[in-house]
């Protein structure tokens, strides 16, 4: 246990606009340690109140140390090798996987007296497709790990640079009309998952493969398909991204983004304010659907804030919150939730039922948020990579390094250039100075 100093832990409360108690950093008892994700949550209105909420519900009183990560890997590293004491972390389905593999997290303790369990408001859809994550038959996912956001893969597009039939396939990036215009999300595991379906579509049409065991079953020869349609689109990408692609969209200075759900809805109203129009779609062969969820890790200290604080989120008037500040969808699927997603200024209605259940058969929804059945009909959850973890990076770094399109060999070669021009110009200013300090040493001597 690291203990910190109280004056630090106060300064740090106030900073982020924590409700602080008067408790020391030193009694972890009463201190909640959460790691999440970066802008992944409505501070001041749902993380600022949990205190509040936790003292009427308990008696006991907490303190909120808030911390963030950015990629999933480097949260597990600082659990399963640094052995941190976090008491609540939000990693995605893939990482989830592999935690319950290696028995790397607690039950959450559902017991919350007279306080309701707003957990069973997690829609049954979440539910089962967590459950596909079980390392064995044994294991209920649920006991271990709660919904948070989910999401789709796709592709936003400029609706002034880029027809709508074009998009229709994942097939698109192959197209030639498309040189270096597509920005790629630099995430193998949702780019294999996406193309693995497109080149087994003829499988699938004809029943000998599912998109399930596509997706969640790396094979060398699955990933050698994978690999050759990636390679024959490389002149077609633009660059590899992880972040800035959203904005570049949103500036229209590019017609296609491979994009998650949540990002693109956020370009689609950055750039409608800009004059840009853009749209995302998930094309005929499917996608990957995928959630983040809350967990305790191995190593938690506080477990019973914990599972009240994974409670606390679950309540639909928080979800709402967290929905609005950061643009990414809940996995809470009460009657309040059906009424916030349904806008009848959306003349399109969708199918529902699969999230919210009877009565969803018509919600004028926006589909990025909450796609229509027969689209999410066609996704399936992405998995962890397990043993071909190595050998997906591998093939990742060879597509991205052989990815020299166009404008990429300029860019080096005016590097190069460069450089060799800094290097000529460093040689005859040596020189330069070598001739002076001769001709000084020999005006010294006469």
Known sequence: MKKVNFFLV?????????????????????????????????????LNKFPEWYKEQTGEEVVVSYQTFDINESMLTQIEIGHEDYDVICP??????????????????????????????????????????????????SDYTVGYMWGTTGILYNTALVDGDAV?????????????????????????????????????AA??????????????????RVEKFLTGMKDNIAGWEVDFGKEEMTKGKTWMDLLWSGDAQWAIEEAAEMGVDLKYVIPEEGSNVWF????????????????????????????????EEIGYVSVIADST??????????????????????????????????????????????????????????????????????????????ILLAIIAFAIIHVMNNRRQRALQNKHRKHIRK
């Open 10 to 46: 106060l300064a740090m409360a106030a900073v982020l606009g924590f409700q602080t108690s008067y408790v020391t950093a030193a009694d972890r008892e009463h201190t909640l340690k959460v790691y999440n994700w970066q802008d992944y949550i409505d501070m001041d209105n749902v």
């Open 292 to 323: 983040d969820g809350w967990c305790i890790p191995k190593y938690a200290q506080n477990t019973k804030a914990a599972s009240y604080f994974i409670n606390f989120m679950c309540m639909p008037e928080n979800a709402i919150l967290n929905m």
């Open 92 to 141: 995605s389905e893939y990482i989830i996987e592999r935690m319950l593999r290696n028995n790397l997290l607690l039950k959450i303790d559902k017991n919350f007296g007279e306080t309701p369990d707003y957990t069973k408001l997690v829609a049954p859809f979440v539910v089962d497709k967590f459950q596909q994550m079980a390392p064995d038959t044994n294991t209920l996912v």
């Open 168 to 204: 229709k396939s994942w097939g698109c990036l192959q197209n030639p009309m498309f040189k270096d215009r597509i920005l790629m999300k630099d995430a193998f595991r949702d780019i294999y998952s996406v193309v693995v379906l497109y080149c087994y579509k003829d499988e699938i």
């Open 337 to 414: 939730i059906m009424e916030w997603a349904n806008d009848d200024e959306i003349e399109q209605t969708a199918d529902l039922t699969y999230f919210f259940g009877e009565g969803a058969e018509a919600i004028h929804a926006n589909q990025v948020f909450y796609p229509d059945k027969s689209i999410i009909d066609r996704c399936a959850l992405m998995h962890d990579c397990d043993e071909q973890t190595e050998a997906m990076l591998a093939m990742w770094n060879r597509v991205k390094g052989d990815n020299l399109n166009s404008t990429m060999v300029v860019v080096i070669i005016v």
């Open 207 to 224: 029943g000998t493969e599912t998109k399930e065991d596509l997706i969640a079953n790396v094979t060398p020869e699955r990933m050698e």
